[in-house]
């Protein structure tokens, strides 16, 4: 029996062995001539958006895309994309097809036009990398894998990583730790589309968020949403009256579908005196 396990043993670590060297990284695969790679857009920007021809040459089983692989635009007007997480191409003999994931790191950049040709490099920005390595294997959503994308590359808001999921919590406290960004107080929920000029259009509908705040003389409460230059853009219920001091807490909600882009802010006025002010933007 001992023969026998060991007999196993080796063999299970020769297989393991061969298997291993037989998928290799992409860029190795390229550099050694075992394969001929043409990386094309389909006309997505985000999620299942580069299609792969892959001419195997060489005697190997696989191909490994790394998380965090950049795949540049040959038109220095269009988005380049970036894999969060690692690909594993089992190869056949001649040429293949596959689709895998990007994701855009250009914000005001165009969405790739359906054909444009990518060419491979290995990401250079430190905090994209560790954002990459950091996703690769968890189960997000697309929408929001984007979002966290362009807060680390864009510098966009982190309200958007949103979505009740403790994951996706992990997720936008992450992005704050690695980019030092403020994990704001409130959430929203943008929306991207391709208008007919490849433009990327954000549109948010909604902000919502807990507002906690301190009641040291009664009156009647008023809301109001308020610019950045500080003029009244709205005055929300009209108002209610609050017969006692203490500490208050409610969860504010406000559609903002069709609002201007900017800074804004919630505050909370009885009589003369502001009480609470939290801001918010809308992009």
């Not at 997480?85 to 040429?95: A, F």
């Not at 919630?266 to 002010?277: F, M, N, P, W």
Request: aromatic share 8%; glycine share 8%; hydrophobic share 35%.
């Amino acid at each position: 029996m001992k023969i026998a396990a060991i007999f196993f043993l080796v063999i299970f670590t020769i297989s393991f062995n061969v298997n291993s060297k037989s998928n290799i990284n992409v860029f190795d695969a390229i550099k050694n001539n075992q394969i001929e790679l043409a990386a094309t857009s389909n006309g997505n920007h985000s999620g299942e958006a580069i299609i792969l021809k892959i001419n195997k040459l060489g005697r190997l089983s696989g191909i490994v895309i790394p998380a965090g692989t950049r795949f540049i635009s040959e038109n220095g007007e269009d988005q380049d994309l970036i894999t969060v997480e690692e690909e594993l191409i089992v190869l056949k003999n001649g040429s293949t097809e596959h689709i895998i994931k990007g994701f855009c790191v250009q914000q005001d950049n165009l969405s790739p036009s359906e054909g444009s040709s990518f060419y491979l490099a290995k990401e250079g920005n430190d905090q994209l990398i560790k954002l990459a390595n950091y996703l690769d294997g968890k189960s997000i959503e697309d929408n929001i894998i984007q979002t966290a994308v362009w807060a680390v590359s864009d510098d966009m808001n982190v309200s958007g990583i949103h979505n009740d999921e403790a994951s996706v919590d992990a997720l936008r406290e992450y992005v704050c730790s690695i980019t030092g960004k403020e994990n704001v107080w409130y959430n929203s929920d943008p929306s991207y589309s391709i208008d007919a000029n490849r433009n990327i259009v954000q549109e948010m509908t909604k902000v919502e968020g807990m507002l906690d705040y301190i009641v040291s003389n009664t009156g009647l409460l008023k809301m109001e949403i308020c610019k950045e230059n500080g003029d009244v853009h709205r005055t929300l219920n009209g108002g209610s009256p609050i017969s006692r001091t203490g500490n208050y807490s409610f969860k504010f909600s406000l559609k903002v579908k069709g609002w201007e882009s900017g800074n804004y802010s919630v505050q909370l006025r009885i009589g003369d005196k502001v009480i609470h002010k939290k801001e918010f933007v809308i992009v």
